[in-house]
């Protein structure tokens, strides 16, 4: 069973960018979340998708946004890059929010 | 939004059990608790979770607190390939907080 895919691994963009990461979930689950990793703040909740309709935002600025299309897979949008964006993000599915999640091998963003 | 707090880091030595608590005071009567960890350079990795019965599987034990408001994960020996960081987070996984930095030392 392949596990869950986030495209592109490594990504650098210039401040004022805009980026789109892709997230593959493993067949089956329905249920996306993103998750941004920063050394200085830990793991921090961007949003959750079920069923292509957003369950849970995080407290996150209006430049983050996200999606889910009808086969689950899922993308996040940021606009308007910052230094401040240069961060891991991860990607996990499942198949309800009540069961273990899996975890992709996120995304690596770099602002310069 | 519940939230979980556990210590910053612990230490253990190889093949001896290690116990990581976790305080969750706030938790609601349906947030399961939920514990990941994380490898260097790895995305978090499910490790167990329960709701309020002591839970047991090929990884760790996970043991409840009778009102709720405290868990343990239980590593019965640690190997140097359980140095990971290890966070306890509630249902939702809305919150992760800092979780616990383990260390093996062999």
């Known amino acids: 069973k392949a596990g869950v895919t986030q495209t592109p691994r490594y990504l650098i963009k210039t401040r004022g960018q805009q980026v789109t990461l892709s997230c593959s979930p493993i067949s089956g689950h329905r249920s996306v979340s993103w998750y941004q990793q920063t050394p200085g703040q830990g793991l921090q909740f961007l949003f959750e998708y079920f069923s292509e309709t957003q369950r849970n935002k995080g407290n996150f600025p209006g430049r983050f946004s996200g999606r889910q299309f009808s086969n689950s897979r899922s993308e996040m949008n940021v606009s308007t890059l910052e230094l401040g964006d240069s961060a891991l993000y991860l990607c996990a599915s499942s198949p309800t929010r009540l069961t273990e999640a899996f975890f992709g091998q996120g995304t690596r963003l770099t602002v310069v | 939004d519940a939230k979980t707090t556990q210590p910053n880091s612990m230490e253990s030595n190889e093949e001896e059990p290690v116990h990581l608590p976790c305080n969750h005071s706030?938790?609601?009567?349906?947030?399961?608790i939920h514990w990941y960890r994380q490898l260097p350079s790895q995305g978090p990795e499910y490790v167990i979770h329960?709701?309020?019965s002591n839970v047991n599987n090929r990884m760790a034990s996970l043991a409840i607190a009778e009102d709720r408001k405290s868990s343990t994960l239980i590593l019965h020996r640690a190997t140097l390939r359980d140095a990971a960081v290890y966070y306890c987070i509630l249902t939702n996984m809305l919150t992760f907080g800092g979780g616990t930095r383990l260390m093996v030392k062999p």
């Open positions: 706030t938790i609601s009567g349906t947030d399961y």
């Open positions: 329960g709701l309020t």
